[in-house]
Nanobody, 118 residues
Framework: QVQLVESGGGLVQAGGSLRLSCAAS????????MAWYRQAPGKQRELVAS???????DYADSVKGRFTVSRDNIKNTMYLHMNSLKPEDTAVYYC????????????WGQGTQVTVSS
């Protein structure tokens, strides 16, 4: 049984930093892509950053230069380093992994709340 567990969310003042973690566990054969999404109240879920197993990265324009995604392939863990946080970054942040535990499938974590106060 595959699980994705996010951690590291919390309350921070504008201009501050947080680091989110997403740990994948279970009978995993391979992870192709891992990604962070976020969903603010009343808004659609949006892609924040993604990283492939070859360490290729992609970012939403709104976070470029402020957020950095990284990955530890040995630990099956992804990180999101968030700097210069803004109130508009407030959202529930979700981890997604495209992985194989048999067939390829998208797995999601339960989400972690990030709140940035002005």
């Amino acid at each position: 049984q595959v699980q994705l567990v996010e951690s590291g969310g919390g309350l921070v003042q504008a201009g501050g930093s947080l680091r989110l973690s997403c740990a994948a566990s279970g009978s995993i054969f391979s992870i192709k892509v891992m990604a962070w999404y976020r969903q603010a109240p009343g808004k659609q879920r949006e892609l924040v950053a993604s990283i492939t197993n070859g360490a290729g990265t992609d970012y939403a324009d709104s976070v470029k230069g402020r957020f950095t995604v990284s990955r530890d392939n040995i630990k099956n863990t992804m990180y999101l380093h968030m700097n210069s946080l803004k109130p508009e970054d407030t959202a529930v942040y979700y981890c997604k992994a495209v992985l194989s535990a048999g067939p390829w499938y998208d797995y999601w974590g339960q989400g972690t709340q990030v709140t940035v106060s002005s």
